[in-house]
């Protein structure tokens, strides 16, 4: 390719509404452009990366032996309906209507879809197991939009589905799949940890993210400093944090006027925050659940919905639900209160071993001091759970080590479905006894579009992006210092047929700017390898190759740069 054909508009200016730096480079460096909120269009550039990563992501499926094919985006109502997810999904789906006035959706995801199609064509135990995959554009109306290709509404994913006849079967499936998951990220060049996760809306009983380690990240995730346990702290289990007994103070109320937050009331009453619980109400299934934890922890609301069984991730409660049970916002505690048909409590383990400490008063501008949980709530009459997020303060749950905390780019996911989908959409299959069975299912899916985003929060510098070679829209981009030089011109063209008869994916920038734009452009759009060819390339016959990854620059002979380059490709 030759820069002056190139469509590559690149960008001086920072994008003033480009919140992550994956999104601001793609745009400077000519990868996308903006359509609307969360809608991108690729240029060539961004193209050829997301196109490199598909080619990955076949390669290893195929390897896998699951198989392509290609199911419609738009997606009739009627088999969400039977599924029970046409209303379950929520307002994340994009629905629209045909002419007939039939609904239909622009698929989020395709398990109605394939166990529709694999149930009218499989029969028999002979036919299993399958894995089938796609790629192709998901739609999803984002609460919240952002970060670029990170949170877009439409985005490229490669979704699987696999059946068997068995859990036994599954579980090969879904190992095999997170090997290839595995492959795949490590191809991409990403800094990658699998982690145990929540299965969310989605349902079903054992599943990893693929965590890009990124401080861009939406995710928190821990790991342990010496064993292999690592989770979405979504899913990761606290343990009880006690402390100390202490003889038990009278229950008190004390005046907080204004002080509405857990930080302003340890502040007025000078109490560390440990000594302090804070509410936290939620609404969910049409409930009313007050969580407590620690002044210093944070609550898990996918912990809060499981504790309470709950069948859509709890939402925080409106004002009007508040008064409809009678609780003061910003001065909330369990103490007096019960449960009711529409109103649950749940309160963190590690409250229950606390002594001495402060909380609502259940009325404005007051708080209690001294309470004891194990005396002041109606224990017999409350949900006690792990509901806090666990933190870097904890131990390991499985070897009691130190853990650590870091920022996850979610950009793969693996799920053992088991036969949720399978008994609501009716898809059995005769076993070896001739019994109707349900088929067990998995599904898998990989964010092809944030994956790029993801190796860009990775990999760039101030300068640009530095993508590695496996997924960078060109491996190489040769530079005549003065294209207006004939002979530089000559030896560039020789050196790029060359590369280019061999199979490197090579760019002549063959423009008539100045070298120092040229560079940086270079340097904006990350190729891996920058050959210069300047006039001392004529009087050594040398020319200058240059590592984008470390600033490394080499002297070498024309007639070995092939060699060079390939060599050093290998290392990027
Ligand atoms: P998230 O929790 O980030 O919203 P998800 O868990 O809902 O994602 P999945 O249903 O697991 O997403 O979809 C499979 C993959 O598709 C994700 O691992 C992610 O890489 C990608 N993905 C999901 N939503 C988006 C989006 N809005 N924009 C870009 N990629 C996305
Ligand atoms: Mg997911």
Redesign the pocket.
Known sequence: MLATRLYAPTLREVPSDADVVSQQLMLRAGFMRKVAN?LYSFLPLGWRSIKKIEAIVREEMDRSMAQEIMMPILQPADMWKESGRWNAYGAEMMRINDRHDVEYCLG??HEEMITTLVKHEINSYRQLPVNLYQIQS?F?D?RR?RYG?????E?I?K?AYSFDIDEAGADISYQSMYDAYSRIFSRCGLTFRPVEADS?A?GGSKTH??MAIAEAG??DIVHCTSCDYAANIEIGKPGIMKQEVEPLGELQIVDTPNASTIEAVANMLQLPLEKTMKAVVLSVDGKVVLAMVRGDHEVNEVAVQHAVNGSVEPEMATPEELASVGLTAGFISPVGLEQNENFLIVVDESIMESYNVCGGANKADAHYININPKRDFNVDDIIVAPIRFITDEDSCPICGSPLEKSKG?????VFKLGTKYSESLDATFLDQNGRPTPMVMGCY???V???LAAAIEQYHDENGIILPRSIAPFEVVIVPINAKDESLMNVSQAVYNELLKNGVDVLLDDRKDRAGVKFKDADLIGYPLRITVSKNTLESQEVEIRIRKTGEAINCPINEVLEKVRALLFTL
């Open positions: 969360g989020p995801t998901k999803r984002e939009p290709l990170m949170r877009s509404r985005f994913m979704d969310g989605i993210e693929f939406e995710a780019i979610e950009v793969g996911q899916g990989i964010g579009s944030r994956t």
